[in-house]
């Protein structure tokens, strides 16, 4: 049946600004070559309105915010979008100046554009990001009072805040430019996707491969999640979508509430490590590291495969220990509807991959074409029937949610961007990397183990990518010094980047799994950490057998590690959800663990 067009006339702004952010960072990647401070700012100033006048948007959770907030947020926005677009009028001028502020007009403008910053990040996803940007402001500022080896000589003011607000060294660096002509792209083909009949086609998919195994409920979630969170990058955004849909089949089916939201929350975080696009991962990974998206993919298969394979085994184990039967027949998809609603995000893939690979274009570019079938593709429901008035509604839910995810990473990303800068710009990031030389003793196990732990504490409350870049940018040549390969750095810390999605204190997908079903957070946690055991282990084994890594040159050799790796991993799994005598388990524990490690 087709879905009436409806946009009441307090949406039709928002519909509109999110359809200008489409076309921008579309023209974006057919315009050839545009200035950096000229795209980097714009890209801002559209995404100010979505984070600082959310309190104005119809249905948006900002309602909420005090008068104080909202006219905060109104002052923020006129002077955040007024400094962007003069930033990017007066780009040539401002490259002539290599970062140093000319007069008090330009200093008002830094000033603005890092308050309006920080804000945005705040309003987007709490404290923990801003506060950790403004202490780097402060060191920035003050570093030089600071005695001993973490002070730092000085920088004149309008060095220091030119660098970070007129340059290409902080605000709108490489950094930005990642969000600008890469994550802003898939957040529109992710949209696009999800506003049509993609999403069920996920479902039915994962439904007709998956239901009829024991424990059939959870592994449908685990195949759904897997697709859809390699196109959404984000767990939680995967919790609540796909979660709808599974979280309360394996209630209905008797599956305890803690492990039907564990496997959910497992499945999603795994979402963002699974090729060909781990939610946008790839390719900022291309843009920090200069390898080849196609060598990352490849060296990235195995692993994600390593870590659902884990989820897998796992589930049969609990699936065994709660005699979790498979799905009803009558809750299997026909075959004739599964081939009909697989072509929904079977056909926009196979147009990215197909120009990526067949036509070596790049992308961004493959990305757009892939976005336009996706577009074609809202005409029809699921049964292949078109209809205007639900075209016309799927557009304008791809809108709303493209301009709003563009915005709210571009926040982030924003705000991390200082972080980038400070470091740079202060020297404190080489600090850093010294720091762990030393605390580690020139050791490569102690070090991995501090980056391990940094990734934990700053991927709280702040999202994978921007965990991530953080943590490659301080940790990242400390491992690399200490001889580790720089693909396998990089891969090291985006994995574990992922640690504080199902890991308490703070673990995003577990809270939002644990709302959805009812249950204690804890407990859920408790049951996340098991499932996803992988998530902890295969990271490590990147270290322990770098043949994982290299299926490119060696394939053969990295099968085989991958099979051992796999019984190395179904053996711990075993014997962490297994109810068999505890001295069994024990000893597959440590089978376990010598194949894993030696």
Known sequence: MNKPFSSPAADRPWVLLGAISIAFHLWLVFSGLVPNLVSRPLHMALALPWILLAAYRPGSVATSVSVAGRITGVVLFLTGLTACLWVAWQHAMLGDQYGYLADNTQRLVAVVLLLAVLEMARRAIGWPLPLVALLSLLYGLLGQYIPGEFGHPGTPLNSFLGTLTIAEGGLWGSLTGVSVSIVAIFVIFGSVLNAG???????????????????????????????????????????????????????????????????????????QIMPPLMGAGAFVMVELTGISYTQIMAAASLPAALYFFAVW?????????????????????????????????????????????????????????????????????????????QFLHRVKQACLQSGEQIATIAGIILCASIVVGVLGITGLGVKLTSAILSLSGGQLVPALLLTALACLVLGM?????????????????????????????????????????????????????????GENWLKVAGFAMALGLGLYLIPLTMISHPALLNVAQTPLASTAIALVIAVGLAAISFAVTSKKAWTLRIAAFVLGCLLLFF
């Open 197 to 271: 009949e993609a999403g069920q086609g996920f479902m039915n998919l994962a439904s007709s491969a998956a239901g009829r195994l024991k424990g059939g409920a959870a592994k449908v979630s685990v195949v759904s999640s897997a697709l859809f969170g390699s196109i959404s990058g984000s767990a939680s955004a995967n919790v609540a979508s796909t979660g709808t849909v599974t979280l309360p089949a394996m209630i209905k089916l008797g599956y305890p509430r803690a492990l039907a939201g564990a496997v959910e929350a497992v499945a999603s975080s795994g979402g």
């Open 313 to 389: 085994t796992g589930i049969n184990g609990f699936a065994t220990r709660f005699d979790l039967q498979p799905l009803d027949k009558d809750q299997l998809p026909e075959l004739q509807r599964v081939l009909l609603t697989t072509g929904f995000f079977l056909v926009p893939f196979t147009t990215l991959l197909v120009s990526m690979f067949v036509f070596g274009r790049t992308p961004q570019y493959a990305a757009s074409w892939a976005i336009a079938s996706g577009f074609v593709l809202l005409l029809f429901n699921d049964r292949l029937q078109p209809g205007i008035g």
């Open 461 to 517: 409350e702040v999202p994978t990518t921007a965990a991530y870049v953080i943590c490659v940018s301080v940790a990242g040549p400390a491992l690399t010094e200490l001889g580790l390969p720089l693909l396998t750095t990089h891969l090291f810390v985006f994995w574990f980047a992922l640690l504080s999605t199902i890991t308490p204190p703070v673990c995003g997908a577990v809270f939002i799994a644990a709302g959805m079903v």
